[in-house]
């Protein structure tokens, strides 16, 4: 991986939903919905607290998480999308 993240921020790679709909219609990529889960791919350093303590992560690489569908920022490495988020934007841990 040549990306890693930063402070409280959180790289995710987003899971996407099948190509083909239940009636095998298949739907164009302009009109698919953007992912809400995804897999954590890597942790940043961690947020510091106003004593200068470190505050741990609540999640870890490899859980599936729910993310808002519109938030972080996306990024593109060796052509797999990513998205990289604070912790505290991520909606939930699944599973």
Not at 7 to 25: C, F, N, T, W, Y
Not at 78 to 94: P, V
Request: a positive charge; hydrophobic letters at 35%.
């Amino acid at each position: 991986m040549k990306i890693k993240p930063l402070g409280e921020r959180v790289l995710v790679e987003p899971v996407k939903e099948g190509e083909v709909a239940k009636g095998g219609i298949i739907i164009p990529e302009s009109a698919k919905e953007k992912p809400q889960e995804g897999v954590v791919i890597a942790v940043g350093t961690g947020k510091i607290d106003k004593d200068g303590k470190k505050i741990p992560f609540n999640v870890k690489k490899g859980d599936l998480v729910l993310m808002p569908k519109y938030g972080g920022t996306e990024v593109k490495v060796d052509g797999k999308e990513y998205q990289i988020m604070r912790e505290e934007d991520i909606l939930a841990i699944i599973g």
